[in-house]
């Protein structure tokens, strides 16, 4: 993806808007790379995005099981955070690949882990906190 989108919140609210708008928008096969330090909001961008896909399920980030699964909205989410990761390898036993290429949608929490096994057609979103601003501002960046 070669556009670059690009938004400032103010509130864990409005960082949760963002991700229910891209949500609403999200098609079948796509992927979504989540970057951010701890605490920066990719949970809460996520429980956005699931609502946007029409899941009313309390999503949250499947740091010790890897990969949650939500089936009920209008596609499937495949909901992981790679964070304990060590090797890429691992993800082959999660069967990755299945998932990447199936009928639903891929949030990927801590992405950076595993780069190299992610598509061409991933979509990059960055969700930073700037500390000479307030503490709910947070600066997000898809590309």
Request: glycine share 10%; proline share 4%; net charge negative.
């Amino acid at each position: 993806m070669t556009d670059s989108r690009y938004w400032e919140t103010a509130a864990a609210e409005e960082t949760r808007a963002i991700g229910r708008q891209l949500g609403l928008a999200a098609q079948a096969g796509e992927v979504y790379a989540l970057d951010g330090d701890l605490g920066a909001g990719k949970t809460v961008f996520c429980k956005g995005f699931a609502e946007g896909l029409g899941i009313r399920e309390t999503v949250n980030s499947p740091t010790f099981t890897i990969l949650q699964i939500y089936e009920e909205g209008r596609l499937p989410l495949y909901h992981f955070d790679v964070y304990r990761i060590e090797d890429p390898e691992e993800m082959e036993e999660v069967g990755l690949d299945e998932y990447l290429e199936g009928s639903g949608v891929c949030l990927i929490e801590w992405a950076q882990r595993i780069e190299e096994l992610l598509p061409a057609h991933t979509h990059y979103i960055e969700i930073r906190r700037d500390p000479g601003r307030d503490p709910g501002f947070r600066r997000i960046t898809m590309h």
